[in-house]
């Protein structure tokens, strides 16, 4: 089932794992996207990944729809995955809400994973990377995005967590990447240098979400980097459109896989507003 959207663009309610198999080979220039964290949010979806018992059964969800993704792209296409990590829940089955954070309540939590222990991180980006290599990707580069206005925390026994992973992973040993559209500056000398793999963009809110949305400027530096003007760029976990927002801005054409009708609402009337701005 697809929504209209604004031209360029089109959305697939569905699920990214069966709508993936039904798009043709290499019609894709790059990925870009953020899928579901596991264990921190409850979609309230019976089909959502993120709220699998054991750890490795969403990471084996998340390797197949991404085979599919790697199907699906040109040859030379990339994927760009942004991850969050999370910690064992000592086995603790809810979690109270949160005033600064009413979505961080849950019903349920997974049990610690084998292996683990009470209060450990679990390394989720670096596992889904891995698997993913295993997989047959290319795992090119890790990003840090640095988050200048992270969310505090009360914990006394660690840092307070102010990053999160970026991942750039190809499709083939060559590949496209536009390394002068995403030049930085040089520390007060005003040149330009290739950018650096730590990417400090505050978090944005979006008004009518009650999740986290992926940041439009870090989303913009991938579809800089891995697609030219006319491409198309696919996002499976479409979620509230930011990445079909940036694509608009940028002269590229987008298709969104999601999964609720009620965040493809969202996304629908975020892109509209997008359409009447540019006119």
């Known amino acids: 089932m697809s929504d209209p959207c604004p031209e360029g663009g089109e959305v ?20 870009v996207t953020s899928p579901p964290y596991w264990g921190l949010r409850d979609y309230g979806h019976p089909e959502q990944i993120g709220a699998e018992e ?32 999370s910690y064992t829940s000592g086995n603790r089955r809810w979690r109270d809400s949160d005033k600064k954070n009413p979505a961080r309540a849950m019903s349920y939590r997974p049990p610690t994973p084998r292996g683990l222990k009470p209060k450990d991180l679990i390394g ?12 047959g990707w290319y795992l090119r580069s890790d990003i840090i995005w640095h988050k200048p206005n992270c969310q505090p ?41 290739n950018r650096r793999t730590v990417w400090s963009i ?16 870090l989303v913009e530096l991938c579809v800089l980097a891995g697609s030219d003007s006319g491409d198309t760029v696919l996002d499976p976990f479409f979620g509230s459109g930011t990445v079909g927002q940036v694509c608009l801005g940028l002269r590229r054409k987008f298709v969104g896989i999601e999964l609720k009708e009620e965040y493809v609402r969202l996304a629908e009337q975020r892109l509209w507003r997008k359409r009447v701005a540019a006119h």
């Open 12 to 31: 697939i309610v569905g699920d990214a794992a069966e709508v993936l198999p039904r798009l043709a080979a290499g019609t894709f220039r790059c990925c």
């Open 54 to 85: 054991d750890v490795e059964q969403y990471l084996k969800r998340l390797t197949a729809v991404f085979r599919e993704v790697r199907r699906v792209l040109r040859s030379d296409g990339t994927l760009w995955i942004n991850l969050g990590d």
């Open 124 to 135: 989720i980006p670096w596992r889904l990377a891995l698997a993913l290599q295993a997989d």
């Open 153 to 193: 925390e009360s914990v006394k026994d660690r840092p307070t967590r102010a990053h999160e992973y970026l991942f750039l992973l190809s499709k083939a040993e060559g590949y496209l990447y536009r390394h002068d559209a995403i030049r930085e500056m040089t520390n007060g000398r005003g040149r330009l240098r």
């Open 202 to 217: 505050n978090t944005e809110a979006f008004h009518g979400a009650h999740f986290a949305t992926f940041p439009p400027g």
